[in-house]
């Protein structure tokens, strides 16, 4: 039996559609994440299930009891939000102790568990503070100790690091791994940060529109996305409007292009998609199956890697590479990439 099960569960917000038609199971000790933009459904299917919103349509189960008529605090989830949402003028303890006394545990219970929380966060001795005397990520973990001590069937995370700066985020993102493989929780996790979406996760939901387009593991949403809205959002790509004519590449004008596809496609308008980082550069193309020739504008480094400008056509190409390509701008440059490497949408 699956921990979690959504069944075509659907919401409205007036005409305003907020959650579409949207199924899935999450199993015991499965770590999912719901990624999307703004407005596409992540934290509204997130509130449906921590009861803070009620389904239109559809159907939520936790551990094969249904809750979607169950108010929050009688559904064995617990939410970690943005702020933290601790209580200030109680100490570090009292904030993690508080939802265990409205689950009524005993008092030697409940010092055991708040030790014990503290302890995994990396807090421990530090029960007797205040939120005010810690810095934000500190806060966070108290936030995280504290669900983790009522021990819920579910972990809700609302979007948790997004007003962290970056250094600290990847801190704390690495943390949140460390743990969930350390002590196997169950947990959903909003974000629109595709790095916390593909780092934390065992699978990814990716939504557009209030309805699921694809859920799978990180690995495969970034390689082998389903749809074209997926393969946009998620991670970096060169996008090409071509048409083919008895195998030739040509653009929406009708010009001849210098890219040669090794399989041939049927004719008409397609829109390919490449990744920077997955295609080569002059005499290492040479052996790719599929090539084009572009003309050499400009090279950015970005650290790890040097990003290359190239156009073909009208259209803008950029190639990653880890070392810098010289050739002086304007010179033709070929440019190769395997089958495995690229996607075509019709």
């Not at 949402?85 to 055991?112: C, D, W």
């Not at 084009?292 to 400008?309: P, Q, S």
Request: aromatic share 6%.
């Amino acid at each position: 039996m699956s921990t979690l099960e959504l069944d075509h569960v659907s919401l409205s917000f007036g005409s305003v559609v907020g959650v579409d038609d949207v199924s899935l199971t999450l199993e015991k000790g499965e770590f999912l994440s719901l990624l999307g933009p703004s407005g596409s459904g992540k934290t509204s299917t997130l509130r449906l299930v921590g009861g803070f919103l009620a389904p239109d349509r559809g159907t939520i189960r936790l551990n094969g009891q249904r809750i979607d008529h169950l108010p929050p605090y009688r559904r064995d989830t617990a939410t970690i939000f943005q702020s933290g949402a601790l209580f200030p003028h109680k100490t570090l303890a009292q904030n993690i102790a508080y939802g265990l006394r409205m689950r009524k545990v005993s008092a030697v219970e409940i010092g055991k568990r708040v030790g014990e929380a503290l302890d995994i966060v990396g807090l421990a001795g530090m029960g007797d503070r205040l939120p005010g005397q810690l810095s934000g990520g500190q806060r966070q973990r108290v936030a995280l100790a504290r669900s983790l001590a009522v021990r819920p069937a579910v972990l809700l995370f609302d979007e948790p690091l997004s007003a962290l700066d970056l250094a600290l985020r990847v801190r704390l993102r690495a943390e949140i791994r460390r743990m969930h493989q350390a002590y196997g929780f169950t947990a959903i996790y909003v974000t629109h940060d595709q790095g916390e979406a593909m780092a934390l996760s065992d699978r990814v939901a990716v939504m557009n529109k209030g309805r699921i387009e694809q859920i799978a593991s990180p690995q495969t949403i970034f390689h082998a996305p389903a749809t074209e809205f997926v393969h946009t959002f998620v991670g970096e790509s060169c996008a090409f409007s071509l048409r083919i004519v008895q195998g030739r590449v040509q653009s929406d004008a009708g010009d001849d292009l210098p890219i040669v596809l090794v399989n041939p496609l049927h004719d008409g308008p397609i829109r390919l998609y490449l990744r920077p980082g997955r295609l080569l550069l002059g005499e290492a193309a040479t052996q790719c199956p599929n090539r084009a020739i572009g003309r050499f504008g400009f090279a950015e480094f970005l650290g790890d890697t040097w990003r290359h400008h190239l156009e073909i056509g009208q259209q803008t190409v950029i190639v990653d590479r880890p070392d810098r390509h010289l050739v002086a701008k304007g010179v033709d440059v070929e440019i190769g990439w395997a089958d495995g490497d690229m996607r075509i949408f019709r």
